[in-house]
């Protein structure tokens, strides 16, 4: 099979593209979980909220009728095993965002502002990869292991082959697996959608609306490139595998865990076996969409620390970013866009617990 063929490089090449795209649009429409949380708690303006929303509802509509479908497996995921390990979701969450609060930005917010010129969300992203990989391999790796994962339910037990709201109606009311998934899907997106549009200043918004579906898209095409074009034979081994990816199952946008592999990858670049992935090409595409956008309109401005004061808090939400976002499986994209979109239920608690965590952190710093 010839380079241009492989499906590993397919799913580089897309994931890079879809990447660039998000950081452009995330950089104009100045997307942003944690300025929307913000904006709520402190000024209670609920227009980046419904943006973030409505992104959520085309992820889960896009991403569940690729499923409904049978064009991708979302089953297979890392959302949706039967294990819940409800303690590091939560926890986790909430450690996430209280660093992104205290760093002013998740770690896609701060990829773009890499892309905008910030020499500050450098330092930030650098310190967000050695706490994330410490807590995949390292010594918060053990301390995770040992005390906070093992704190979990197997789904199992009860009947679940996953932890899917559609599986769990399933399970409860007797329907049929689809039509439990159509119901959930629909009921949830009807919710979002009618407290979206609602607001006659949100519906007036073009940017905020085309924003939100074209961020939205972006995470069900990228469920789409690993889970089907990136789904396939090994030409070496012969097994059906899902090329690219650093969990070796189908993945869309998340920044915390791929911020570790990106750092492994610069740490150990002569190692053969170590390959650029899909996660590692999303974080480089972000940062050179959000700067091809800073570049066009003349937005790009150097920017550093304005004080030591500065310097250390945002050390330290770099550490709880690292160490939350693995904890919880993901950070507001990979759980709070990604993960939800599968309607897993451990989704739903890691996104709750880091909107508590900011909002907490939030409400603490007005005090």
């Known amino acids: 099979m010839s380079e241009v063929m492989n499906p590993a490089m397919l799913v580089v090449m897309g994931a890079f593209v879809l990447a660039f795209i998000f950081g452009a649009v995330a950089n104009k429409t100045n997307f942003c979980t944690m300025g929307a949380i913000s904006d709520v708690v402190n000024m209670e303006h609920w227009g980046r909220m419904r943006m973030w929303m ?57 990829l773009v502002r890499v892309g905008g010129g910030s020499m500050r969300s450098v330092v930030v992203l650098m310190v967000v990869a050695i706490s994330a990989y410490m807590t995949l391999r390292g010594l918060f790796g053990q301390w995770r292991a040992s005390y906070i994962d093992p704190v979990s339910i197997d789904l199992s037990q009860w009947g679940l082959s996953d932890q899917s709201l559609p599986q769990l109606l399933s399970a409860l009311s007797g329907l ?12 949830i ?18 940017s905020h609306i085309i924003g939100g579906l074209v961020l ?71 940062v050179l969409g959000s700067f091809v956008y800073a570049i066009s309109t003349k937005q790009f401005r150097w920017e550093g620390f304005a004080s030591v004061e500065d310097l250390r808090t945002q050390l330290i939400g ?8 693995v904890l919880a499986i993901g950070c507001t994209i990979g759980q709070g866009l990604s993960g939800v979109s599968t309607l897993a239920i451990g989704s739903f608690l890691a996104l709750a617990g880091i909107i508590a965590g900011a909002a907490a952190t939030m409400k603490w710093q007005q005090r």
Not at 176 to 187: D, G, Q
Not at 199 to 206: G, I, M, P, T, Y
Not at 235 to 253: D, G, I
Not at 281 to 286: K, M, P, Q, R, Y
Request: negative net charge; contains cysteine.
């Open 216 to 286: 939205g898209l972006l995470v069900v095409a990228a469920w789409f490139l690993t889970g089907n074009i990136g789904h396939g034979e090994d030409p070496e081994t012969l097994e059906t595998v899902y090329f690219a990816t650093n969990t070796r199952t189908l993945e869309s946008m998340s920044f915390v865990a791929p911020m570790a592999f990106s750092l492994e990858m610069l740490l150990h670049w002569t190692d053969q076996s170590l390959r650029m992935t899909f996660g590692i090409a999303t974080v480089l595409g972000v």
């Open 54 to 110: 409505l992104t959520i509802a085309v992820a889960i509509v896009g991403a569940n009728l690729l499923y409904y479908f049978e064009l991708i497996d979302l089953s297979q995921t890392i959302y949706q095993r039967p294990v819940l390990p409800w303690l590091s979701l939560l926890l986790g969450g909430a450690i996430f965002g209280v660093g992104m609060t205290i760093a002013s930005g998740c770690v896609n917010k701060n």
């Open 176 to 187: 049929p697996e689809k039509t439990a998934l159509l119901i959930t899907m629909t009921v």
């Open 189 to 206: 997106v009807l919710v979002l959608l009618a407290f979206v549009f609602k607001d006659k200043r949100f519906r007036s918004n073009l």
């Open 318 to 325: 770099g550490v709880l970013m690292g160490f939350g976002g």
